[in-house]
């Protein structure tokens, strides 16, 4: 059998990201995406166009039309017969021909009707700019829930309401109410706010900033930021994406898009909302939901993109993106003619942990021999406020060539004899033979104009002040080292030993079943030990006697608890009671507890006690560890020094589960708490080992167990020689009705469970796994021992080999909505690639496309067809029912395979060298 590859046009799915297609970029040029009606549209229809001066309808019509539209532009107002020269027709369905955009601009009661119009007259889709919406109250969200029914009726998408509309300047659509066009570009401007978007372009065009698309979400009523970013991702115009976020509707769609958005190119973020005065302000604009910053944050680092936090480091870093600068690295260089910006510069990198660059002996020695000896030779350096123009570029010269440094930032005072512009023509000379980036910052005005002009021709990024400039460093290299977070694949049950999962599910099953939504004392701590986690060696005892004989089989001292769920500040005195020494101490406790547990909370002490020997370590580390579930993000970890305040808690770290090994200790590393784990007044070092194994199995917790809804270990003790944990407190809660394994989570852990071994038909054992990011050498090769017919029917090409971008884009996947088995065998020591298969769920999210492909010296073997059982089986499981195909007429071998599979098959009616296929899932048989 040769390749059984079919060729695989671009399908995507409603608020996710694309899965690239195994076809050659030059093929699928002309392919079309599912949004191309909003960002290219052939016609476009203004309704509610209007001649009075300044009204939206007007300035919207006359925007379309000065940005040269290039399809067939149309008004529809029943009052007029042309607006601005432009045919105007009373209702949409009037207008000749198929409207692909509507753009609505009338008071908010007029909306629903025009919608249905719209949808009746075959709109694609409807872009509505008025506002009156969810952002006024329940009244708004009504009629925004009723336009939205609507729309999806007709099956047209909607981009808001109270969007200020999208702008794509090289098919000249300019469908805002924006006061200045902007510029054709590579940067794709995505806002939730239309007034950011009418200031980032105001300031754009007189910095020659160019942008591929700009697009206002406004409520995001229907499109939000997963299907946007998926059309940035698959747009070859947008080189760099920009996104101002006000809170986020679907974690999951966001997530994911954003994900795949930043393997493949530079993403930034300006998230508000940081504080609660924000989030509350930036719900009532839109409407979506804001949560906790700090998880906002760790989401986005996860997600391998930058946060920016103010709009002068937006603003800053929109010339960085444009002017295509990467850093490779942090490791700064910094050159000036003046000793204090130098200072101010080096201040701003330490705040941020940019490193400065440690220059090497050569280069030191060079810049020795070619600067006075005044001259300061480190890093910053400094040349005296007397550096020529020679003497500036000498020294550029030699921090370009160190091997030590990834970018330098270029200072200049403009003093009597710094030369502002000649030293500017220097550097950009400098810069053109030299692959590392360069920043400038020429302080001052007047001066510096003509540099600052020889900059922009040159599109090196010239910056006003030194932290500016800085900080722009600091975001732009942050993407490339966020890349390693991104990367990180973490799987559930993935470690040594696996958990007992029955025993934590009939812990919970039990509890709620007699209603309760908070473990016990001695449940939370069974639950625990069912992941292999260190609980202290507790007895749950009913009576003062059984409590003495706990006490003398565990050994005093001993700490006596309520095993019943307490909370709230009045009970603090009945928490328990620790290092109990004797017996009649432990008796008294007894006494006590109970009495004040009667008085307190009646009907807790028929639950007994929790007998436990008290951690007894000199140097132990007192942590706290929560989770908890955050409005947006779902389940949430944070660690961090322990707080005897349940509401204060000042130094924590958070992430996203699930965590691995790597994403473990990124975790600790930010948190104050790692200052303390290290030794330190003579302690040794704690067991870091054993509190990564405990947040590794806390992460299983939370992946494995949907029902919990928080917990907390407070303290978690470590010390040298290990951890334990003497007090947890877990709340639990019902699932929702037909919850799939992992929907509460926001990213979709490793799917471990669908690893399984086989073997060939001439026994040579093989494993079948979901692929992982770490994998794309493995690919790599595989394509590189394809023949070349093999990779003709794959790829439509000849090519040698994967480039990185799509490289990326195969092996980095979403496992929620695109899923790749890969076939392995043991070549030595090594692992070898000799099949893959892989699924991406169309936009109607009941079907999916598929592409598999065999190595040649694999085929006949029997892999082809297990490969395929694989993937039906796992797309049954995601609830997909329809696998569909499209495959080359001349690739009878791969025709003859999907005919036995079940696939049915017809002639494409527009291409006569394309058959499709589909496969009725739940028709298809499979061994799985």
């Not at 409807?126 to 939205?148: P, R």
């Not at 850093?327 to 701003?348: E, F, K």
């Not at 509190?691 to 917990?711: G, K, T, V």
């Not at 088995?821 to 769920?841: K, L, P």
Request: with cysteine; aromatic share 6%.
């Amino acid at each position: 059998m040769q390749d059984i590859t079919p060729r695989i046009v671009f399908r995507h799915t409603v608020g996710r990201p694309f899965t690239v297609s195994p076809i050659c970029r030059e093929r699928v040029l002309d392919e079309k995406h599912y949004l191309a009606p909003l960002f290219e549209p052939r016609s476009v229809a203004v309704i509610g166009a209007t001649e009075r001066i300044d009204a939206l309808g007007a300035v919207v019509l006359r925007n379309m039309r000065e940005a040269g539209f290039k399809g067939a532009l149309h008004a529809v107002n029943p009052k007029y017969d042309t607006v601005q020269g432009v045919p105007c027709f009373r209702h949409i369905g009037d207008v000749p021909g198929r409207v692909d955009l509507a753009i609505i601009v009338t008071p908010a009661g007029t909306v629903p009707g025009l919608v249905d119009e719209c949808g009746r007259a075959g709109v694609r889709v409807a872009a509505v700019l008025s506002a009156g919406f969810g952002e006024t109250g329940a009244l708004g969200a009504q009629l925004e829930a009723d336009t939205l029914e609507i729309a999806r009726s007709h099956g047209m998408r909607l981009l808001g309401p109270n969007s200020f509309g999208v702008e794509r300047p090289f098919v000249g659509l300019n469908a805002t109410f924006a006061a200045n066009a902007a510029t054709s570009g590579s940067i794709g401007f995505v806002s939730q706010s239309g007034a950011l978007c009418a200031a980032v372009l105001d300031y754009a065009r007189p910095n020659r900033v160019g942008f591929s698309n700009v697009i206002s979400l406004g409520g995001s009523a229907d499109l939000d930021f997963g299907e946007i970013l998926d059309y940035l991702v698959w747009d070859f115009r947008t080189e760099a994406i920009l996104v101002y976020i006000e809170g986020i509707r679907d974690a999951r769609g966001f997530l994911s898009a954003i994900r795949a958005a930043a393997r493949v190119k530079p993403v930034m973020v300006l998230k508000v909302g940081r504080h609660p005065v924000g989030s509350r302000a930036a719900q009532a604009h839109t409407g979506a939901i804001t949560g906790d910053d700090a998880v906002f944050d760790a989401a986005l680092r996860r997600s391998g993109v930058v946060r920016l936090g103010t709009l002068t480091q937006l603003l800053s870093n929109l010339k960085g993106l444009f002017v295509h600068f990467r850093p490779r690295g942090n490791r700064l260089a910094i050159i000036t003619n003046g000793g204090g910006p130098g200072v101010m510069a080096a201040d701003r990198a330490g705040d941020l942990g940019i490193a400065l660059a440690r220059l090497s002996p050569a280069t030191i020695a060079r810049l020795e021999d070619a600067l006075p000896s005044h001259s300061r030779v480190d890093n910053p350096v400094d040349l005296i406020g007397d550096s020529s123009p020679a003497r500036y570029a000498t020294a550029l010269a030699a921090l370009l060539g160190d091997d030590e440094v990834d970018g330098v930032l270029c200072l200049l005072s403009p003093l009597a004899m710094s030369h502002p512009a000649e030293v500017a023509r220097r550097v950009v000379s400098l810069a053109a033979t030299s692959d590392k980036p360069i920043l400038t910052c020429w302080l001052g005005d007047d001066a510096c104009l003509e540099a600052r002009e020889i900059f922009r021709q040159a599109r090196i990024p010239s910056l006003r002040t030194p932290e500016s400039a800085v900080d722009m460093f600091s975001h732009i290299s942050s993407y490339y080292r966020n890349q390693q977070l991104l990367t990180q694949v973490a799987a559930p049950l993935e470690h040594e030993k696996g958990p007992m999962l029955e025993i934590a599910r009939d812990i919970v099953d039990a509890a709620l079943a007699e209603r309760r939504t908070i473990l016990r004392r001695h449940e939370a701590q069974a639950l625990l030990a069912a992941f292999h986690l260190p609980v202290v060696r507790a007895r749950h005892v009913h009576t003062s006697a059984e409590a003495v004989e706990a006490a003398m089989q565990l050994g005093f001292p001993v700490n006596l608890k309520p095993d019943a769920a307490l909370q709230g500040t009045r009970l603090h005195s009945i928490q328990g009671r620790d290092r109990l020494a004797s017996t009649v101490a432990l008796h008294l406790a007894w006494e006590e507890l109970t009495t004040r547990l009667a008085d307190l909370l009646p009907g807790a002490a028929s639950s007994g006690m929790c007998v436990e020997p008290s951690w007894q370590s000199p140097c132990t580390r007192e942590l706290m560890l929560r989770v908890w579930r955050d409005p947006v993000f779902g389940p949430v970890i944070g660690i961090g020094e322990r707080s005897l305040d349940p509401n204060y808690w000042p130094d924590r770290a958070v992430a996203l589960p699930p965590l691995n090994a790597f994403l473990v200790r990124d975790l600790l590393q930010s948190t104050n708490a790692k200052r303390m784990l290290g030794s330190f007044d003579g302690l040794p070092a704690a067991d870091l080992d054993a509190l990564e194994h405990a947040l590794l199995r806390i992460s299983d917790i939370i992946c494995e167990m949907p029902w919990i809804r928080s917990l907390e270990i407070n303290p978690l003790n470590v010390d040298d020689r290990g951890l334990e944990i003497a007090d947890a407190r877990i709340e639990i809660g019902q699932l929702p009705r037909h919850a799939g394994r992992y929907d509460h989570m926001a990213i979709h852990p490793y799917p471990s469970t669908l690893v399984q071994e086989w073997t060939l038909r001439d026994g040579t054992p093989i494993v079948i796994r979901p692929i992982k990011p770490e994998d794309a050498e493995l690919n790599q090769d595989f394509v590189r021992r394809l023949s070349p017919e093999t990779k003709y029917f794959r790829f439509m090409t000849a090519m040698r080999e994967l480039s990185p971008a799509l490289l990326a884009k195969l092996t980095q996947i979403d496992y929620d909505r695109e899923l790749a088995f890969i076939a392995t065998r043991r070549v030595g020591n090594a692992e070898q690639q000799i099949g893959v298969c892989r699924y991406t769920t169309n936009p109607d999210g009941t079907s999916c496309e598929f592409a598999i492909v065999v190595s040649d010296e694999h085929q006949h073997s029997g892999l082809g067809r297990k490969l395929m059982d694989v993937l039906i089986h796992a797309a049954k499981l995601r609830g997909l029912r329809i696998m569909k195909g499209e495959f080359l007429t001349s690739n009878e071998r791969m025709l003859r395979f999907v005919e036995r599979v079940g696939f049915t098959l017809r002639n494409d009616p527009e291409d006569r060298s394309i058959k499709r296929g589909e496969l009725d899932l739940a028709k298809a048989g499979n061994t799985g």
